[in-house]
């Protein structure tokens, strides 16, 4: 009996819960398609550097979707409640005619195993087709071999989806239940004559709050952009944070009780067509939804600065490549033992086909040129304030001739330098160098000479290739000096290999483990000899990339359903309360269209709102994400505008037309 009633209720109310079983039919797709990743990639031919950084993403996407698990649990909860506050006076009629609350109780826990069944199915069909289309994604994105793709279904995804959302549909029961028990009779009854009161009406408070929100908005964005080198601490950060928060918090708090007054005084708008109506709506959904609004907000600006900057970074990374790996490989090796490179792959039998055509060079050390000697007066200044430095300042910087260096720099498309015979010049990304530098501390004393700094900086440059900002000694840096300079009778410090070109054979067994085992075996003699190869850089990039725009697709796929449900359920809502509304502009003689015109208007004021406010964030925001990830890269910005957009449009504006269709339904 009760079942069949809970049969007969989806029924009737399958169109009012359209919203509700787009989000959960969604969210489930989602679900599924991101923990399918693991089996689909499974099936693909990837290098073990490639292997390796898809077994981390596959963990960070596992990590992720607890997360998404807690974020789609409580937008279900909320949209749960939202419907069942509006079929109060249904639960109240049953009450009345004599049905005990655990019967009800008993109607909405079958409601739901009804809802999250046809959800589950639909959802885990959806999902299970668009995997496939995520499949060829994984594959262009991670470029490997498709040549044994296969069709996936994969079972642990389906379980882990059904499991996690059983779960959700435990908990969104629960809390339908402990809203209907503890509800009295006569507030179920009531519960669709009450209406929402307006948060604030007084225009003038109003616009004094909008300034001051744009003011701590305008501070905050001024501090993470221009000045953003001050914010030294953890605490700077968080502050820039709740301003932005309170900002948007009292954006939506103010606008409507001095904009609408505005509107209000301005009688060619105001009075034009059913303009009074529509301004009297928003209002009203703009001030009932101060809370919600801000964070829907929030979460767009979010979701609009992960998309944005993920790609950003893959498309930086991807031409940045050609910079900073332009060599098949090179190799080094500290020469604390008498073993060149050479040697030690003519001792393990390496084929001198890898290293045919290459260049090998020495860098040396001397007392003369310690950290301490290159900063001068300023090495002094610093051990004042910080003697814990001495160590640092102690460190011998590699030497090398202007031709050796000049050598290196050709094969790296790098630029060359020209010494007069007094001149050196430091090389690297030390802030200190550049500090001491800049200071005036430019001449040192070496073999009895004495050299002045070629430039007042530091100059870019490196002689090991590698993803990261510095490696070895281009972490410390190194000097260059003229070619009148011996060398041969210093210290060694490391020798360098740089093979130009190898073949797709050797290029392959250099990253494998099987290389460097051969030329690093245990116990060895030597120093071990570090590989850092073209297709290994490569393949840590694109791999790297990959994981950060999957987690960044995962989190902005939740957070912008999340967002546009949460605002379409609220038209529904609202279009269900104001059915009387609109009845009345029918008996008075408005036609259709300009009923639907009005519709129309306040469904795109009410989603565009905070997209808009998103979009001025994320202006700041993208650029904040672009300078903590060093992304200088104007095209491959626009490049991630335009498909960060194309995304927003489909989910988006998906919500948008779904929402003004719905409601266009419910009021006709």
């Given at each position: ?146 040549q044994k793709f296969v069709f996936v279904v994969s079972s642990k995804a389906i379980i882990k989806t059904i499991l996690y959302f ?67 601490s953890q605490s700077d950060i968080l502050i820039q944070i709740v301003l932005g928060i309170i900002g948007t918090f009292l954006i ?166 020209n010494l007069n015979s007094d001149e050196y010049q430091l090389v690297g990304n030390s802030e200190i160098f550049n500090d001491a ?232």
């Amino acid at each position: 009996m009760l079942f069949k009633l809970s049969i007969q209720n989806q029924k009737k109310s399958i169109k009012d819960y359209s919203i509700y079983f787009f989000t959960l039919i969604l969210g489930i797709a989602i679900f599924y398609i991101f923990n399918a990743v693991e089996s689909q990639t499974s099936m693909m031919e990837l290098s073990q550097t490639k292997s390796q950084i898809i077994d981390v993403m596959n963990t960070a996407l596992e990590a992720m979707s607890v997360l998404v698990s807690f974020i789609l649990g409580f937008l279900i909860a909320y949209a749960s409640q939202f419907l069942i506050k509006k079929r109060k006076k249904e639960f109240g009629l049953y009450l009345l005619l004599g049905m005990k609350k655990i019967n009800v109780c008993m109607i909405i826990f079958f409601e739901t195993v009804i809802i999250g069944f046809i959800s589950l199915v639909i959802g885990l069909i959806l999902g299970i087709s668009l995997s496939q289309f995520m499949s060829l994604f994984v594959a262009s994105l991670f470029e490997a071999n498709m040549q044994k793709f296969v069709f996936v279904v994969s079972s642990k995804a389906i379980i882990k989806t059904i499991l996690y959302f059983i779960l959700i549909f435990i908990f969104v029961t629960i809390m339908d239940l402990i809203i209907v028990s503890k509800a009295k009779l006569i507030d179920l009854l009531t519960a669709h004559y009450k209406k929402e009161k307006n948060m604030i009406k007084n225009p003038y408070l109003s616009f004094i709050l909008f300034i001051i929100a744009c003011l701590m908005l305008a501070y905050a964005y001024y501090n993470v952009t221009v000045r953003y080198e001050m914010l030294t601490s953890q605490s700077d950060i968080l502050i820039q944070i709740v301003l932005g928060i309170i900002g948007t918090f009292l954006i939506f708090y103010s606008i409507s009780g001095f904009v609408l007054a505005i509107i209000k005084k301005i009688p060619n708008i105001y009075h034009r067509q059913l303009n009074s109506f529509v301004v009297s709506e928003i209002g009203n959904k703009i001030n009932s939804t101060v809370i919600s609004g801000s964070i829907i907000c929030l979460l767009l600006f979010m979701t609009i600065c992960l998309l944005s900057s993920s790609f950003s970074l893959k498309n930086f990374k991807e031409d940045s490549l050609k910079d900073t790996a332009p060599i098949s490989a090179s190799f080094s090796k500290k020469m604390d033992d008498p073993y060149s490179i050479k040697e030690i792959f003519n001792k393990q039998g390496i084929d001198d086909s890898i290293y045919k055509n290459s260049y090998d060079f020495y860098t040396y050390t001397s007392l003369e040129t310690t950290i301490g000697s290159i900063l001068g007066n300023y090495s002094v200044e610093m051990l004042n304030l910080d003697p814990t430095m001495e160590e640092y300042f102690a460190t011998k910087l590699p030497i090398l001739n202007e031709s050796t260096y000049n050598k290196a720099a050709k094969l790296y498309n790098n630029k060359t330098i020209n010494l007069n015979s007094d001149e050196y010049q430091l090389v690297g990304n030390s802030e200190i160098f550049n500090d001491a530098l800049k200071q005036g501390n430019q001449t040192i004393t070496f073999m009895n000479q004495t050299l002045h700094a070629k430039y007042n900086h530091t100059i870019d440059g490196f002689l090991m290739m590698n993803n990261n900002a510095c490696f070895g000694e281009d972490c410390f840096g190194f000097i260059i000096v003229p070619d009148e300079f011996d060398l041969s009778n210093l210290n060694y410090s490391t020798n360098y290999l740089l093979v130009p070109k190898m073949s797709d054979e050797n290029n392959k067994y250099i990253s494998s483990s099987k290389f460097d085992q051969t030329i690093n075996p245990e116990n060895n003699k030597w120093q071990h000899v570090l590989i850092s190869s073209q297709t290994d850089l490569y393949d840590e990039s694109i791999g790297s990339s990959g994981v950060i725009i999957f987690v960044s697709l995962y989190l902005g796929f939740i957070f912008m359903i999340s967002g546009a449900a949460l605002l379409a359920l609220k038209e529904m809502s609202d279009a269900i309360d104001n059915k009387g509304k609109y009845e009345i502009l029918r008996k008075i003689g408005t036609s259709n269209q300009k009923i639907n015109n009005a519709l129309f208007k306040q469904i795109l004021v009410f989603f565009g709102f905070p997209l808009l406010l998103a979009i001025v964030h994320s202006i700041f925001g993208i650029q904040v994400c672009n300078i903590m990830l060093e992304i200088y890269n104007s095209d491959a910005l626009l490049q991630s505008i335009i498909i960060t957009a194309g995304m927003i449009i489909v989910i988006y504006g998906g919500y948008f037309l779904v929402s003004y269709l719905s409601c266009k339904r419910v009021i006709k």
